[in-house]
Nanobody
Framework: QVRLVESGGGLAQAGGSLRLSCQSSGSLFRTNPVGWYRQAPGKQREFVASVTATNNTNYADSVKGRFTISRGNTKYTANLQMNNLKPGDTAVYYC????????WGQGTLVTVSS
């Protein structure tokens, strides 16, 4: 069974930075698109960023120019560098693997204070 483990969430001030990491135990992570969604309190889960096996990236308009997604050297990890954070970025961030069904991590909380 494929597992995803996120780390790196926490508290940051507006304008600050955080780096999320996602580590997997299965080969699906290496061959399929992976990325992050986020869910703020009282809101639906929304797409943040993704990266394919060939390192093509895609971003939500709300994070373009501030967030950068990348795959780690081991190909079983992915990172989300979040810069110039805003209070609106506060949410639980979920790592995922694009598969049927989608594989989700347990989520990590990011809180941005103004």
């Amino acid at each position: 069974q494929v597992r995803l483990v996120e780390s790196g969430g926490g508290l940051a001030q507006a304008g600050g930075s955080l780096r999320l990491s996602c580590q997997s135990s299965g080969s699906l992570f290496r061959t399929n698109p992976v990325g992050w969604y986020r869910q703020a309190p009282g809101k639906q889960r929304e797409f943040v960023a993704s990266v394919t096996a060939t390192n093509n990236t895609n971003y939500a308009d709300s994070v373009k120019g501030r967030f950068t997604i990348s795959r780690g050297n081991t190909k079983y990890t992915a990172n989300l560098q979040m810069n110039n954070l805003k209070p609106g970025d506060t949410a639980v961030y979920y790592c995922y693997i694009q598969w049927s069904p989608v594989v989700w991590g347990q989520g990590t909380l990011v809180t941005v204070s103004s």
